[in-house]
C-alpha cells in the first residue's frame, strides 16, 4: 500500500480539525510562518497525536482493501 | 468546491462512515472555525506544503508501523509453554509501555529453532522503524534455554490485541484472529514477539 494524494489531503485535513477551538492565535501564527518543526510543536503543545491520526488512516486503508 | 469541501460534506454521508466504523472526521461535524482554518490554509502555498510534506512523511512513517504490527500479528500463534516442563524458565513482572522494532525472523512459535522454516514470517533487516506500544500489566519472560532458541517476550492475547488495534496498529479483522485463535485453544492465550525485537520499560516495583 501507498499512501495517496486523498490520504494525504485527509490526515490535513483531520491534523486541522483535532486543534481545539482555543489554538487560533497560535494556527494564525504558524500560518504567517509556517515550518515542519513549528508544526510540530503546534500539534504537541495541544496534544494532537499525528502518529495515530495517520495510522488509523492507513488501517481504514487497509480495513477497505 | 475545494479539496476539503468535497470531504463528507453531506450529514447521509457521515451516517453512512458512522455505519461503516470509520473514524474519518465528515465535514458536517467541522466547526466554523475549523471551515475557516482549512480554507486559510489551502489559500497559503508554503503552509499548505509544509502541511502536505509533515503530512506525507507521516504516514510514510504509518504505513511502516502498520506492517511491522501486522508481522507481530503474524507470529501470534502461541503454545501452551505454561503447561510444559520449560515452565520453569517464565518469568513474570509488570511493565510500563513496550517499544518493537524491526528485526529479521519475526516467528510463531517460540519453539522452533529453525530459522529457515516455515515460522519466519517477516523481515525488517533495513527498517528503523520502531513502534511504541503504551501496553501496561504483566508482561511473562521466556528463555528457551531447553532448546537453543534465544528469549520471548509475552502478552495477554486478547488484551494486546484489543491495544494494538485501540492504537491503529492492527486492523479488527487482524485482532480479531487473535481472539478467535485464544477461543479455539482456551489456556493458549500469549502473543509471543522475540526479546531481540522488544525493548520494554518495567514498572517501578
Known amino acids: 500500500m501507498e499512501a495517496t494524494e486523498e490520504m494525504t489531503q485527509e490526515v490535513i485535513k483531520e491534523l486541522v480539525s483535532a486543534l481545539p477551538e482555543t489554538a487560533e492565535a497560535d494556527f494564525q501564527a504558524w500560518l504567517e510562518n509556517p515550518s515542519e518543526e513549528g508544526l510540530n510543536e503546534l500539534l504537541t503543545k495541544y496534544n494532537v497525536d499525528a502518529k495515530k491520526i495517520a495510522r488509523a488512516k492507513v488501517i481504514k486503508e487497509k480495513e477497505n482493501e | 468546491m475545494n479539496n476539503f469541501e468535497e470531504v463528507g460534506n453531506s450529514y447521509n454521508e457521515k451516517e453512512t462512515m458512522r455505519?461503516?466504523?470509520?473514524?474519518?472526521?465528515?465535514?458536517?461535524?467541522?466547526?466554523?472555525?475549523?471551515?475557516?482554518?482549512?480554507?486559510?490554509?489551502?489559500?497559503?502555498?508554503?503552509?499548505?506544503?509544509?502541511?502536505?510534506?509533515?503530512?506525507?512523511?507521516?504516514?510514510a512513517s504509518a504505513l511502516l508501523a502498520v506492517a511491522l504490527a501486522s508481522s507481530v500479528v503474524a507470529c501470534s500463534k502461541t503454545e501452551e509453554i505454561m503447561n510444559t516442563e520449560q515452565a520453569e524458565n517464565v518469568l513474570r513482572f509488570q511493565v510500563e509501555s513496550i517499544e518493537i522494532h524491526g528485526g529479521p525472523n519475526l516467528r510463531n512459535e517460540p519453539r522452533v529453532a529453525d530459522r529457515d522454516s516455515q515460522n519466519t514470517l517477516a523481515d525488517f533487516d533495513d527498517s528503523e522503524q520502531r513502534i511504541m506500544v503504551p501496553y501496561q500489566g504483566e508482561m511473562l519472560f521466556?528463555?528457551?534455554?531447553?532448546?537453543?532458541?534465544?528469549?520471548?517476550?509475552?502478552?495477554?492475547?486478547?488484551?494486546?490485541?484489543?491495544?494494538?488495534?485501540?492504537?491503529?496498529?492492527?486492523?479488527?479483522?487482524?485482532?480479531?484472529?487473535?481472539?478467535?485463535?485464544?477461543?479455539?485453544?482456551?489456556?493458549?492465550?500469549?502473543?509471543?514477539?522475540?526479546?531481540?525485537?522488544?525493548?520494554?520499560?518495567?514498572?517501578?516495583?
Open chain 2, 19 to 59: 455505519a461503516r466504523g470509520e473514524n474519518t472526521i465528515a465535514a458536517a461535524e467541522l466547526s466554523e472555525i475549523q471551515q475557516r482554518r482549512l480554507e486559510a490554509l489551502e489559500s497559503n502555498e508554503v503552509a499548505l506544503g509544509t502541511m502536505k510534506n509533515f503530512a506525507k512523511k507521516t504516514l
Open chain 2, 142 to 205: 521466556y528463555d528457551n534455554d531447553f532448546d537453543k532458541n534465544g528469549a520471548w517476550v509475552g502478552f495477554p492475547a486478547e488484551e494486546f490485541a484489543n491495544l494494538l488495534h485501540d492504537e491503529s496498529f492492527i486492523t479488527r479483522g487482524e485482532a480479531d484472529k487473535i481472539i478467535r485463535h485464544e477461543e479455539k485453544k482456551p489456556g493458549d492465550e500469549t502473543v509471543w514477539i522475540n526479546r531481540d525485537y522488544v525493548d520494554f520499560k518495567k514498572a517501578e516495583d
